[in-house]
């Protein structure tokens, strides 16, 4: 695959490979097929490979390589890797339940955009995300773009729990609050779909480069899934 990438120190035992500067579709392949390329490669001098918007970042083993022979190494393995398709990656539906009960910034966004709340659920159901980066807390999962007549600014005043499950949106990005915790994005709904655990590889139900769809159900669905009002 043809890469031109920059190359940052992180640290003395990791580098930062930058692929652009944006958050974008174009650039986030790039990121993903870096990222499978150098996972696929095995090598040992990879302690560490984490994606995001639109870099990478690598732990190496700093014992028996430095930085320049970890770029080289990094450049020489995605030169010759074969090009990987990231529209390969599958599709996640996350089913959410969206109710002012849960939804506790349903009334006021759709009073912000002058909308009622039915469509401001149907755009947000519309849409086809890309999970750009998992950070924040095990298993949060930034999803990008939502539609841009959601686009909303943070809460002024974060809230100091935020349930698990919630469903939330701020700026042009929607994410799933893994577990209980404090908090500043907007709150449309509540999923009972456990994003983060023991049992899922890599721990996160969602992953850099998978595509998500949200679907909305009922309250009694929502109930019937294992869902917490």
């Known amino acids: 695959m043809h890469v031109n990438v920059e190359y940052r120190i992180a640290s003395e035992s990791s ?3 930058y692929f652009g500067h944006t958050i974008d579709a174009a ?4 990121v993903y097929q870096a990222y ?11 302690l560490e490979i984490v994606p995001s918007y639109a870099s990478l970042m690598v732990g190496f083993n700093s014992v028996r390589y430095d930085f320049q022979t970890t770029c080289r190494l990094i450049q020489s393995l995605l030169e010759d890797a074969p090009n990987i398709d990231a529209r390969e990656q599958k599709v996640v539906t996350i089913p959410v339940y969206y109710a002012q009960e849960v939804g506790w910034d349903l009334e006021a966004l759709a009073l912000e955009k002058r909308m009622s709340i039915e469509a401001i659920v149907a755009l947000h159901t519309q849409t086809t995300y890309r999970v750009y980066a998992i950070g924040f807390a095990p298993g949060f999962a930034y999803l ?5 007549r959601l686009e909303t600014a943070r809460l002024a005043n974060p809230r100091k729990a ?6 939330a949106i ?3 990005q929607s994410a799933v609050y893994p577990a209980k915790s404090p908090g500043g994005w907007k709150i449309l709904g509540r999923t009972p779909i456990a994003m983060f655990d023991a049992s899922y590889p890599g721990l996160s139900f969602v992953h850099v480069g998978d595509a998500v769809r949200f679907e909305a159900i009922s309250q009694e669905r ?3 899934l294992g869902g917490e009002l």
């Open 15 to 17: 580098v930062i490979l």
């Open 170 to 172: 701020a700026d042009r």
């Open 27 to 30: 650039v986030s392949d790039k």
């Open 36 to 46: 499978a390329a150098l996972k696929r490669s095995a090598h040992p001098a990879f």
């Open 222 to 224: 929502f109930l019937a």
């Open 162 to 167: 935020v349930p698990k499950g919630s469903v």
């Open 144 to 148: 990008g773009q939502t539609d841009e």
